[in-house]
């Protein structure tokens, strides 16, 4: 009990350094956005995020291989420690060097190929988008050699230190955007050098806190060939799950631009950093809790991984919903003090959408983290996979008929429903123990009881003041309060109600004694 108790506290202790993360992060990354777009300009913010991704679109081999590095880490570190960590560090080295000569030389042809054939962009232009996807490429270069030295800070749950390093990532980012008028250069060439020397900064610091401090952090010459293959075969249906995924969100990118322009693809860009602003607030409870998801399944606790993904699948939905929510009722305030006159078209409905569609991601992230910790991805990645392949090209066929944007994202909605329904059905087939009728009442029935009521006094206020600072202050308020509310009465059961308090305690007192 003691040892559960020491976990519980871990995960409090962590979950207050990535609150504090959360908080500085998010709220620099919005004001970086606005300053972004007007340096770069609609135009040119909306080529990068288009050439930029489609470098990224590359990286799903990246994306795959270190969910599986991260789940091996965990596994390794809770089953066998240090031996076992140092063995999967090694690995991962081996593999993360490969993927790296792997997707330099077909990015490099396809892209180039891609980029001047079918990507639609401004006149005099192109020149920049070149420079973009070739920093682009180097930047992701640097972020696919930094992924073992990540699962390790994970692994060890040094929360402390990942949010040190983004901070200090958003940071140096602000003064980029700030340096960039000052040097008489392409604003939009300059900006993709300094994200590359930002990427390289936070590898070096990666590796540096690792080799101190993890004990495991040594080269072997010894190749493990069991481990390796074992890895990479997780990592083999882990790369078609998010395959599918790339190819959702980056091929409807694709698909706007062929559509309707940068234009649009910079309100989605813009939409999506909100989503990820969001998503950073929820990361302070999905990411101190998942690496002692997969330890307790690797140590045989199968009773406390259940538990936990039951609390991180509701918890993770109600932060989004304190945040999220009065964001979605003042989206076009927020987006005019943010922004200011450079507002691309839709951007208000984007950011609604794909907010809605950030609550069904969460749930499904506390579901594969359990199916990770079991290391049966077949199934779950083919189902996941094959929804997201045809996602795509469902909002192509749906784009001849329909050519509203909006439509694109309302589609692909629908189908994150049904993936996540999908996604539970495919986890209870794995783990038997896993409980739908506990998930359907304890998690989903509680988080549209929570939204529906919490949303009521928000929307009448809302509803019946003029636009301005006064109402979106007054919305703001009420909504945290009624979000707080309704979450406490109607959204936790008893037990965790009692750990709320207890945390709540430890919280002050700690303060105090400080």
């Known amino acids: 009990m003691s040892t559960q108790t020491d976990n519980n506290k871990r995960i409090a202790k962590n979950s207050i350094f990535m609150s504090i993360r959360m908080v500085i992060v998010l709220a620099i990354t919005l004001y970086t956005s606005r300053v972004v777009l007007r340096v770069l300009g609609v135009e040119d913010y909306g080529v990068y995020n288009v050439v930029a991704g489609f470098v990224t679109m590359f990286g799903f081999l990246n994306s795959s291989l270190s969910n599986g590095i991260q789940r091996f880490y965990n596994f390794e570190l809770g089953k066998n420690g240090i031996e076992g960590a140092c063995r999967v560090y090694n690995m991962a080295m081996v593999i993360q060097i490969l993927l790296a000569i792997i997707i330099v030389i077909p990015t490099e042809f396809i892209g180039l190929w891609y980029l001047h054939n079918k990507m639609v962009i401004p006149e005099g232009r192109m020149f920049a988008a070149e420079w973009i996807f070739h920093l682009s490429l180097l930047t992701f270069i640097l972020h696919i050699i930094q992924v073992p030295y990540t699962a390790a800070v994970m692994a060890h749950e040094r929360m402390g230190f990942y949010a040190i390093v983004n901070i200090l990532d958003v940071l140096i980012k602000l003064g980029v955007v700030f340096v960039i008028p000052l040097l008489n250069n392409d604003a939009l060439i300059l900006y993709g050098v300094f994200i590359l020397v930002i990427a390289f900064i936070n590898l070096l610091l990666y590796i540096c806190y690792s080799k101190r401090y993890f004990e495991e952090i040594t080269i072997e010459i010894k190749f493990n060939t069991s481990l390796f293959k074992e890895m990479l075969s997780f990592s083999g249906w882990n790369i078609f799950g998010t395959l599918g995924h790339m190819l959702k969100d980056q091929g409807v990118n694709l698909i706007l631009n062929f559509f309707f322009g940068p234009v649009v693809n910079a309100a989605r860009g813009i939409a999506n950093q909100v989503k990820g602003g969001m998503q950073s607030f929820v990361t302070n409870i999905t990411v101190p809790v998942r690496p002692q998801v997969v330890q307790s399944y690797s140590q045989g606790n199968l009773e406390r991984s259940l538990n936990l993904t039951y609390t991180i699948s509701k918890l993770s939905c109600y932060f989004l919903l304190l945040i999220a929510q009065p964001i979605m009722l003042e989206i076009d305030f927020v987006l005019e003090i943010w922004l200011g006159d450079n507002i691309p078209e839709y951007t208000a409905i984007f950011v609604i959408i794909v907010l809605l569609d950030a609550f069904l991601n969460n749930l499904n992230s506390a579901v594969s983290g359990l199916v990770h910790a ?84 928000p929307f009448i206020t809302h509803s019946y003041m003029q636009a301005g600072v006064l109402r979106f202050f007054l919305v703001l308020s009420i909504s945290l309060l009624s979000v707080g509310v309704s979450i406490y009465l109607l959204g936790l059961n008893l037990s965790e109600k009692t750990m709320l308090k207890q945390l709540m305690q430890n919280i002050k007192k700690k303060l105090t004694n400080r």
């Not at 083919?382 to 066929?397: A, D, F, K, P, R």
């Not at 909006?406 to 189908?415: D, P, R």
């Open 374 to 457: 079991t290391g049966k991805m077949r199934v779950y990645q083919l189902c996941g996979g094959t929804i997201s392949l045809i996602s795509v090209v469902i909002v192509y066929v749906v784009m001849l008929f329909w050519q509203v944007p909006v439509i694109a994202l309302i589609v692909l909605l629908i189908l994150d429903i049904i993936r996540q329904i999908v996604a539970i059905s495919v986890l209870k087939s794995i783990v038997k123990e896993f409980s739908l009728r506990k998930y359907f009442k304890e998690v989903v029935v509680s988080l549209i009881i929570v939204a529906s009521v919490s949303i009521i006094l």
